[in-house]
T-cell receptor, first 118, second 111 residues
């Protein structure tokens, strides 16, 4: 199993350019997440997808869009990049059993995409 | 408001136990305590979680106080590879687990 994979690993954009960050998981997880991490800070949730076909905003959604392409893939799009979006982006996934089950929803993280917007 | 409070940094000698504290005085009855760590600039890694009983796995032990207002993560024999930022998080399980990361504790293991 590859776990959670992210592409690209590094990217440099100019202000106003667009790009899509790709994330895929092979663990048959139902929930997927996008976080960003600024220098010296903890991770902040951008968007998440509790199950295939659903997406919801997290703490910092402005300037981003997401697509849950299928159960395996969850992409993050920057339509018009800004220097404030310079960050490391992490994708994560987990299997959420629902409130009737125990706490089994451990999140597994990808290696991150390091994005610089000039 | 922050759900957890952790010291910003700690040091530990290699081979000794590392005890990382966390305060979560407003934890709800259905919230679990999770610990993750982030080594250098890698993605966070799950360590352990618990509700009210103490827990142990191959990586660490988690001690939760009886009133559940604080907990301690114990790495029994710290190595240089345990140098990382450790995050204590409280969250309800089974609800798409939107983890809220604070700034964590930076643990430096030294020779």
């Amino acid at each position: 199993n590859a776990g959670v994979t992210q592409t690209p690993k590094f990217q440099v954009l100019k202000t106003g350019q667009s790009m899509t960050l790709q994330c895929a998981q092979d663990m048959n997880h139902n929930s997927m997440y996008w976080y960003r991490q600024d220098p010296g800070m903890g991770l902040r949730l951008i968007y998440y997808s509790a199950s295939e076909g659903t997406t919801d905003k997290g703490e910092v959604p402005n300037g981003y869009n997401v697509s849950r392409l299928n159960k395996r893939e969850f992409s993050l799009r920057l339509e018009s990049a800004a220097p404030s979006q310079t960050s490391v982006y992490f994708c994560a996934s987990t299997y959420v059993a629902g409130t009737s089950g125990g706490a089994t929803d451990t999140q597994y993280f990808g290696p991150g995409t390091r994005l610089t917007v000039l | 408001d922050a759900k957890t409070t952790q010291p910003p940094s700690m040091d530990c000698a290699e081979g000794r136990a590392a005890n990382l504290p966390c305060n979560h005085s407003t934890i709800s009855g259905n919230e679990y305590v999770y610990w993750y760590r982030q080594i250098h600039s890698q993605g966070p890694q799950y360590i352990i979680h618990g509700l009210k009983n103490n827990e142990t796995n191959e990586m660490a032990s988690l001690i939760i106080t009886e009133d559940r207002k604080s907990s301690t993560l114990i790495l029994p024999h710290a190595t240089l590879r345990d140098t990382a930022v450790y995050y204590c998080i409280v969250d309800r399980a089974g609800t798409a687990s939107k983890l809220t990361f604070g700034t964590g504790t930076r643990l430096q293991v030294t020779l």
